[in-house]
């Protein structure tokens, strides 16, 4: 079975550094990895998506890589604002079958 | 909005009321799905609808039970639920397994 492991539980920053949230999982054989935000007690925003054949894929500030064989993908923030406080999940899709697993998260705190 | 659509938002039942949980998805999307979300603990998957037909379901108690009409709407019927069931209910669509998951924002059952 995947496992999904991220890296910090928990992490606070001061308003304009740059961050890196770590996601490791155990089965290479994935189909994508999505990074979502959740913010408290809301459901989960699509940040990036990365498919199995691609390495990076870039929105805004963000930027999502993904090393398929050593079983591990970065989020990288830049310029950190306080409206990116929010649990930062990763997830991943399996070859087989339809459903992805997920980490525990990341609770990014961004101080002003 | 997401283009996933939960209702309602937050719902508070006894152990002996019945209810339900609706979902919506106005994105033309083949498959459907319902996670629990526990404090500190991944995401869960519950139940996966593939053109209306159901294809995963992950050891749910039988006092959950869901319904695909179609494939725009999704929902869990709540019978004789525990205290450990409260919880945030996340619906997600999703088109083939090419493409990430698109979250509604959540029903947050409380059962007293």
């Known amino acids: 079975k995947q496992e999904v492991t991220q890296i910090p539980a928990a992490l606070s920053v001061p308003e304009g550094e740059n961050l890196v949230l770590n996601c490791s999982f155990t089965?290479?054989?994935?189909?994508?990895l999505q990074w979502f935000r959740q913010d408290p007690g809301k459901g989960l925003t699509s940040l990036l998506l990365i498919q199995s054949s691609q390495r990076e894929q870039t929105s805004g500030r963000l930027n999502a890589s993904l090393d398929k064989s050593s079983g591990r993908s970065t989020l990288y923030i830049a310029a950190s604002q306080p409206g990116d406080s929010a649990t930062y999940l990763c997830?991943?899709?399996?070859?087989?079958?339809?459903?992805?697993?997920f980490g525990t998260g990341t609770s990014l705190t961004v101080i002003p | 909005e997401t283009g996933v659509t939960q209702t309602p938002r937050h719902l508070v039942m006894g152990m002996t009321n019945k209810k339900s949980l609706k979902c919506e998805q106005h994105l033309g999307h083949n498959a459907m799905y319902w996670y629990k979300q526990s404090a500190k603990k991944p995401l869960e998957l519950m139940f996966v609808?593939?053109?209306?037909?159901?294809?995963e379901n992950n050891s749910v108690p039988s006092r959950f039970s869901p319904e695909c009409p179609n494939s725009s709407h999704l929902f869990l019927h709540l019978h004789t639920l525990q205290p450990e069931d409260s919880a945030l209910y996340l619906c997600a669509s999703s088109q083939d397994t090419e493409y990430g998951y698109t979250f509604g924002s959540g029903t947050r059952l409380t059962v007293v």
């Open positions: 997830a991943v899709r399996v070859n087989t079958g339809n459903q992805f697993y």
């Open positions: 609808y593939n053109f209306k037909e159901q294809t």
């Open positions: 089965d290479s054989a994935i189909y994508n």
